[in-house]
């Protein structure tokens, strides 16, 4: 049987007038690129029904074939027929880059564009350390009982887990410099020290500190993602004016020291505090909302469950989870932040299964199952988060809205935790207590979040060019 890669590309060469009518084919990431002698002997709505061809764009005086990771093999197909090469290029040289334009759409698409570039590198990382968390869960004490919590297979899995997400910063510095041109390792360094053991026995401690005299709050930045990219931004500044102003025999040694010297304390006592600095804030309102009582508490309990997302996605989540864990060790049970942020969670089980079933391109299909066998089984979210939220911009509201939907009813009919909730489907175990029916109206709340989540997801989360695989 023929190589499918062979098929595609003998298909393809078919329907644009053979080999000879092609003067470069070369590739990026997910498109053949061809450059056509003559363009009309292309039979555009041929190519699009080939098997294995996810759409055709007509760009930049080239035909791009649609056909996602394994173009390169059927790009070294077309090439072996004959045709001239153009290697490789980037993802996005579709015309000369244009002037920015400061406007809110630009704005908020280069963020995203930031956002997207740092995060994506980082889900083969995420997707295997939430597997390792998966087979710990299943086999553990929570689900099947193979093995005790305390057996070196569960420690060693664990462990695995917390590799791949305590020293996010680390990785994501990496990226996120590569993303915007400083020097990696300057990148992955500055993530380093916001993880350095001693900062963080600062952290656990509570002792004071300064960085050369300016004051600073020690924090536990493992695992956080917003410290190291607002970080990584700033630094792209400093070391520039650095690499322009020194002379050449100095900047060797001079532009990535006297960089970190002045972003230590930029990214330690000002950057990374931010995020603890909004999650206060905006914990200490949500609460306000909630005891406000009536359709007040109603409303703030969904705002709450809306905006959880977005709060564990930038780090600031980890303030408001303090606020609520206080009260719940004074009283034993808590009717507001730990039900919106668990019952919350059950959109976004509904965004990722509706996400599975709606994308076509193969490698988005079972990138979109994993996610959600990682975060249903393993209690793992943020593949999800930065795999899907942050490339599908869409997801961002269609998970809010279920969200919001489930902590309105579980408020209204006044659902409490009595138990520290798991991160995964066991969630709902945290909702069992002296009141029998208390777990039902959860489990009432967080089938209306997954429906709806689930429901708008499939409608109106991906545009149709997402849906195929072929936007860029």
């Known amino acids: 049987m023929a190589d499918k890669n062979v098929q595609i590309a003998e298909q393809v060469l078919a329907n644009v007038g053979g080999a000879e ?6 590739h990026c990431m997910t498109r053949l690129r061809l450059v056509l002698k003559d363009d009309g002997l292309a039979d555009v709505e041929a190519i699009k029904n080939i098997p294995g061809v996810l759409g055709v764009v007509e760009q930049g005086g080239q035909l791009q074939v649609v056909i996602g990771q394994n173009v390169p093999k059927v790009h070294a197909a077309v090439v072996a027929a004959g045709v001239a090469s153009g290697g490789s290029v980037d993802e996005n040289l579709d015309g000369a880059p244009q002037k920015f334009e400061w406007t ?42 193979l093995v005790a919590d305390d057996s070196n297979v569960i420690t060693l899995l664990n462990f695995l887990y917390d590799a791949g997400f305590y020293f996010l910063p680390i990785y994501l510095g990496y990226n996120a410099a590569t ?34 005299g300016i004051p600073c709050t020690p924090a536990v930045y493992g695992s956080t993602a917003v410290p190291i990219l607002l970080s990584v931004w700033v630094m792209s500044y400093i070391e520039k004016f650095f690499k322009k102003n020194l002379p050449d025999a100095l900047t060797t040694i001079f532009t990535p020291f006297l960089t970190m010297l002045i972003m230590t304390p930029i990214a330690l006592c000002a950057l990374a505090p931010l995020g603890n600095f909004l999650g206060i804030g905006i914990g200490n309102a949500l609460y306000a909302l909630g005891t406000a009582g009536g359709v007040f508490s109603i409303i703030g309990a969904g705002i709450l469950a809306a905006l959880w997302l ?33 019952i919350s969670l059950w959109s ?49 509201l269609t998970c809010a809205a279920g969200a919001f939907t ?20 066991l969630n709902l175990l945290a909702f069992i207590g002296p009141e029998p029916s208390n777990l039902v109206k959860a489990c009432i709340a967080a089938a209306a979040g997954f429906v709806v989540g689930l429901v708008l997801t499939y409608l109106f989360g991906f545009t149709k060019e997402e849906i195929e695989g072929t936007a860029k």
């Not at 489930?406 to 489907?425: D, F, H, Q, T, W």
Request: positive net charge; hydrophobic residues 55%.
């Open 406 to 425: 489930s902590g309105v009813i579980a408020s209204a009919l006044g659902v409490k935790v009595y138990n520290m909730a798991a991160s995964s489907v």
């Open 310 to 342: 977005p709060l564990v996605a930038t780090g600031m989540h980890v303030t408001v989870i303090m606020l609520a864990i206080g009260n719940f060790m004074a009283t034993g049970m808590d009717a507001f932040v730990l039900v919106m942020t668990t």
């Open 348 to 396: 976004g089980y509904g965004a990722e299964l509706a996400s599975f079933l709606r994308l076509k391109e193969p490698n988005e299909k079972s990138a979109a199952l994993g996610y959600f066998i990682s975060n249903t089984i393993g209690g793992v979210g943020e593949p999800f988060i930065y795999g899907l939220l942050f490339r599908h911009s869409r997801l961002w």
């Open 21 to 26: 009518n092609i003067s470069t084919a070369l």
């Open 104 to 145: 809110p759409k630009n704005v908020g698409n280069a963020i995203l564009g930031y956002l997207s570039g740092s995060m994506v590198p980082m889900i083969p990382v995420m997707m295997a350390a939430g597997m390792f968390k998966v087979i710990a869960a299943i086999i553990g004490s929570s689900m099947l009982g």
């Open 179 to 212: 993303k915007i041109g400083v020097t990696p390792m300057l990148g992955a360094y500055m993530g380093g020290i916001l993880v350095a053991p001693a900062f963080v026995e600062l952290a656990n401690a509570g002792a004071p500190f300064s960085v050369f």
